[in-house]
């Protein structure tokens, strides 16, 4: 079995693999359903349906497991836990305006 880091649990963090993408998988450190919509690479808050993919089949709970076929798993470059830092943030807006 591959330990290839495919992306990270959009609750904790936690470095997840290709198996721990299941349809019935759940985080091994906190439990949430890892094959959701937080958890994809399409998830876009601000978007109709807070999906890139205009043609998604409508998900209400986007914490909860679903049968998406345009799941794919979120970039391991992304910040370990979907949560950005306020302190960068802060700085990266104050810089647009000096």
Known sequence: ????????????GRALTAADYGREA???ACDKPTRCCRNCAHYAPGRANACREPMVERVLD??????????EPTSPDAAG????????????ADDLFK
């Open 1 to 12: 079995m591959s330990d290839i880091v495919l992306g990270h649990c959009w609750n904790c």
């Open 26 to 28: 759940s985080c091994r």
């Open 62 to 71: 986007k914490t909860r497991a679903n049968f998406c076929e345009l799941f």
């Open 81 to 92: 836990n979907g949560r950005a830092d306020p302190d960068q943030l802060r700085s990266a």
